[in-house]
């Protein structure tokens, strides 16, 4: 049981590159979430599922796009990469969109220089 | 807007007690969850309150006062494993996690 893996671990792109950052998890979770984390400022929400096929907009979706073809997978995918999107990128799932401890992956880190 | 605010830097000594505070405005409330991160690694579920009052879960325990809209965690016989940052989120109206910047707690020999 992994749990929630994250990959990959550590990227760096050139300003207007392209790149997927992909979560899987074995825990049959219905929801899953795209965080971003920066120095002196909270997790914000990219973006978020709510089941496969379905996908929604969260507080920071600019610049950003995801799928979630699969229940176990979400798929971030960044398709202009901006000096901006530097950023610690955290995947995390939960059981329910209730009330519910989520359960975060290890994290990717991003560089666009 | 939504609004957590928590201290940003506290210091404490080994073998002490630390607490550490959040105050929060949301719109709407289902929960507060307070989250442990070490330097370089990913959250990890430390407590949940919904109810006003004091949960204990062995050396680390958590309050909430719901008409103050705030919050605390305390921290007992503080070990250096301890050094990390505590992370307080708030469940909103549509139950997503509404956080803030977090604490990174410094322990001391």
């Known amino acids: 049981n992994a749990g929630v893996t994250q990959t990959p671990k550590f990227r760096v792109l050139k300003t207007g590159q392209s790149m997927t950052l992909l979560c899987a998890q074995d825990?049959?979770?219905?929801?899953m979430y795209w965080y971003r984390q920066d120095p002196g400022m909270g997790l914000r929400l990219i973006h978020y599922s709510v089941g496969e096929g379905t996908t929604a907009k969260g507080e920071v979706p600019d610049g950003y796009n995801v799928s979630r073809l699969k229940k176990q997978n979400f798929l971030l995918g960044l398709e202009s990469a901006a000096p901006s999107q530097t950023s610690v990128y955290f995947c995390?799932?939960?059981?329910?969109?209730?009330?519910?401890?989520?359960?975060f992956g290890p994290g990717t880190r991003l560089l666009v220089l | 807007g939504q609004n957590i605010d928590q201290p940003t830097e506290m210091t404490a000594t080994e073998g002490a007690i630390v607490q550490i505070n959040c105050t929060y405005q949301?719109?709407?409330?289902?929960?507060l969850f307070w989250y442990q991160q070490h330097a370089g690694e990913a959250p990890t579920f430390l407590s949940y309150?919904?109810l006003d009052g004091l949960e204990e879960k062995g050396r680390f325990s958590s309050f909430l006062s719901r008409s103050k809209g705030y919050s605390y965690l305390l921290l007992k016989e503080l070990q250096m494993k301890d050094s990390a940052s505590y992370l307080c989120a708030v469940s909103d109206s549509n139950y997503q996690l509404i956080w803030g910047a977090g604490t990174k707690l410094i322990i001391k020999p």
């Open positions: 825990m049959n979770h219905e929801y």
């Open positions: 995390a799932s939960t059981a329910s969109g209730e009330v519910e401890t989520q359960y």
């Open positions: 309150n919904v």
């Open positions: 949301t719109s709407g409330f289902n929960g």
